[in-house]
């Protein structure tokens, strides 16, 4: 029963460092031959550390950089890195994250102030075009009036004018006679249909 509970408590342990992400800086890197050592920053003995523990993008590890990495065992049962990961990396990943959250927010914020400013523009155009045509259409309407009695007055002043004569010994002048043949029904002024009217008489 001893030795059962020792090798679920080992088992135990290695879950958990398996588990768990330890810091450190690369203070050996070959890069021709991929591989390197991690110095841990608690100051134990350096790890082994593959090119494939890291995340695979293209970046290669430099001396000098820090990491967290998992610590697992190799083949020979030797210590070795797992799961490594550059922590500035992380950082900036992080930040990009909640970088790229804020600015999602703000372009929804802007939209809607911009929609928002153009609605408001829009009421506001309708309503001045609105009234525009209001003070347009008062504006017309008297002009209009006007105008309709000014041709009454007209035609009054015509059919006051034409006060029945209709013969040239009845006009005192050339320009009343014409006006007369112009202007009033049944006259009998102008024999020869030539417009001048009583050529003996007035217009000779």
């Not at 155009?125 to 041709?151: G, V």
């Not at 010994?169 to 249909?193: L, R, V, Y």
Request: proline residues 3%; hydrophobic residues 35%.
């Amino acid at each position: 029963m001893h030795s059962g509970s020792n090798f679920h408590s080992a088992r135990q342990k290695r879950a958990g460092s398996r588990k768990m992400l330890l810091s450190g800086k690369i203070c050996i890197w070959n890069d021709e031959r991929g591989f390197g050592f991690i110095a841990p920053d608690g100051g134990s003995d350096k790890v082994f550390v593959h090119i494939s523990a890291f995340r695979p993008t293209g970046r290669r590890p430099e001396i000098g950089e820090t990491v967290r990495y998992g610590l697992g065992h190799g083949k020979d049962g030797r210590p070795r890195a797992t799961r490594a990961n550059w922590v500035a990396e992380s950082a900036r990943r992080r930040d990009v994250v909640r970088t790229g959250g804020r600015s999602i927010i703000a372009s929804w914020f802007r939209l809607a102030v911009v929609a928002a400013a153009l609605a408001v523009a829009g009421i506001y155009a309708l309503r001045n075009f609105e009234e525009y045509r209001k003070r347009q259409s008062l504006a017309m309407t008297p002009a209009s009036a006007t105008m309709a009695r000014e041709i009454d007055a007209s035609r009054h002043a015509l059919k006051a004018r034409c006060d029945g004569r209709t013969m040239c010994s009845q006009m005192t002048s050339c320009e009343e006679a014409t006006w007369f043949i112009n202007h009033c029904p049944g006259t009998k002024m102008d024999g020869n249909k030539d417009g001048v009217p009583c050529e003996q008489q007035w217009c000779n």
